[in-house]
């Protein structure tokens, strides 16, 4: 609320004789009061400031405010607010003269029918609150947890408190979309819109909608793992572990991985707490990129450590690739995935219905990756058409125990770990901030890539959009009629907050699509025309 500078209040006058009738039972008349002067720099009294406050409340009838309430709801309004008026007076009387037992008399009965004010208006409040209107969201706060929804019969309301939104997943809203909610009058006498939820009166799927398939496919054993978990000190994580050699590692991963994540960012939230001086200030800088990704980063390197201290006790050879996407964020409109990856299962993001791939495929093919390996020792060979990793040997018994790994980065493999590592435990890292027009996220391991590429993988899965497990489903499936040899995972991350909008993107990129590919057919024919 604004109020008038004292120094725009030369004199300020109350009339000689005020009579108010503010209900059927009291008629006040208050008695002759003198002329109060206002100074310049002389700090209002609370009274007059307050009565200012009130009338200025009656007066500023903005979009959504008291004007647009009920007729009946605008009348106990008006109504308090001149008893709030009155009571201003009798306050400032009694102040100058706390004897006038008149005054003293009419403030108890002005507090009374105050009281029994609030309490018809609350009531009407509440009546009022059962009714549902529809709108749709024009912006949204996601930090600050506030925004405007437009609606043909309220014009526009503010959703001042994201524990307004009746949701499963976070407590935001997305421009555009469309809801139904209730309303109530704030304290200072303006519309805003509360129990916000979907149109049909359900709450808001502003979640992840998440399913894996996993198929054993033409291998002789199922060595994939996955997890979803909401880790409470960072956001939603969802992990895939393709192991070979056995399934021991993937297991340990499936297991462990994200419970060392949250204890090293947990850890490092609080040394930097301590360095700030302030919990609140290193919480806040906690969420950093730089912080999420060291977590990570010693959380990969804290866990192949254990694990290769069980191997070497147990005298286990196996390892696992693993792909991590961690969302952190308040919510739509302020959210990122950290991708962190090991190996060659990869991550694909669908954006507006076009492939964004999130991840690097770690093969000792790749140049940087051979030039590490080699620099370390190793060896870098194709043999039966792919490329693979293996440590150098000195006799015909180590040939024929050496290990050939078709990845450069994995857990586990404690034969190329040991005595130095050809194959390492660091991951690589991308930050993508989801967009308006990002509608998922696919994880599949390399036994689906081996025969889809990134498009096509995107494609079969955005033809069941609202429909994880089919789209999920469809992948594996289809790489499986392909002839893969391997096993077959792929999970898909639906954004649920997308529900409504989600078909209507995928349309408009196949008809872009569709456009492109004719386009691009008219040329070559007019090239082939005149060449």
Not at 262 to 268: C, E, G, I, P, Y
Request: hydrophobic share 35%; with cysteine; charged share 30%.
């Amino acid at each position: 609320v604004g109020f008038t500078p004292t120094s725009q209040l030369r004199e300020t006058y109350t009339r000689p004789s005020i009579a108010v009738e503010f209900s059927s039972r009291v008629r006040l008349v208050l008695g002759r009061m003198s002329k109060r002067p206002s100074f310049n720099g002389v700090p209002e009294t609370p009274n007059s400031k307050h009565r200012r406050i009130s009338n200025s409340t009656v007066e500023r009838t903005p979009s959504g405010s008291v004007a647009q309430i009920d007729r009946e709801e605008q009348d106990l309004l008006s109504e308090l607010e001149k008893l709030r008026s009155q009571l201003a007076d009798v306050q400032e009387a009694l102040a100058v003269d706390p004897e006038l037992e008149e005054q003293a008399n009419l403030k108890a009965e002005l507090e009374s029918e105050t009281t029994n004010l609030h309490d018809r208006l609350a009531k009407l409040k509440d009546k009022n609150a059962k009714k549902r209107y529809n709108g749709t969201v024009e912006w949204f706060d996601s930090k600050r947890g506030h925004g405007i929804i437009s609606s043909s019969e309220e014009d526009k309301l503010a959703v001042k408190d994201r524990n307004d939104i009746v949701c499963t997943g976070y407590k935001c809203l997305t421009a555009g979309r469309a809801v139904s909610f209730s309303r109530t009058v704030d304290e200072e006498g303006k519309l805003c819109a509360v129990e916000v939820c979907s149109p049909d009166g359900a709450p808001l799927n502003n979640d992840f909608n998440v399913h894996t398939e996993s198929w054993q496919g033409r291998k002789p054993s199922l060595e994939d793992r996955h997890l979803t978990e909401k880790l409470a000190d960072l956001g939603a994580y969802f992990g895939l572990f393709d192991g070979h050699g056995g399934v021991q590692c993937a297991d340990y991963l499936q297991k462990h991985l994200h419970r060392r994540i949250s204890q090293a960012f947990v850890k490092k939230q609080g040394a930097l707490s301590a360095s700030l001086g302030s919990p609140a200030a290193g919480a806040a800088a906690a969420s950093s990129p730089v912080i999420v990704q060291g977590a990570l980063d010693e959380a990969f390197e804290e866990v192949d450590k254990s694990f290769l201290q069980l191997a070497q006790r147990q005298q286990i050879n196996a390892g696992s690739t693993a792909l991590v996407a961690l969302f952190c964020g308040a919510g739509p409109g302020d959210l990122a995935v950290h991708v962190a990856n090991l190996g060659d299962c990869r991550a694909l993001l669908c954006r507006g219905g076009r492939a964004v791939r999130l991840s690097e495929d770690h093969r000792p093919s790749r140049r940087d990756e051979r030039q590490r390996i080699q620099q370390a020792g190793g060896l870098v060979q194709q043999i039966a058409g792919i490329w693979r990793v293996s440590r150098d040997a000195a006799t015909e018994r180590e040939r024929r125990a050496r290990v050939w790994l078709a990845v450069s980065r994995a857990f586990g493999d404690i034969g190329l770990k040991e005595p130095k590592p050809l194959v390492i435990s660091t991951p690589e890292h991308r930050l993508e901030s989801i967009a308006e027009e990002d509608l998922y996220i696919v994880l599949a391991c390399d036994g689906v890539f081996d025969v889809l590429g990134d498009q096509e993988v995107v494609d079969l899965a955005s033809e069941h959009w609202g429909d994880p497990q089919a789209a999920a489903t469809a992948v594996v499936r289809t790489a499986f009629n392909k002839t893969s040899e391997d096993n077959l995972t792929a999970m898909v991350i639906q954004f649920g907050w997308q529900a409504e909008r989600g078909e209507e993107v995928i349309e408009g990129w196949k008809a872009a699509e569709a456009a492109r590919i004719k386009e691009q057919a008219e040329f070559k024919e007019e090239i082939d025309m005149f060449s």
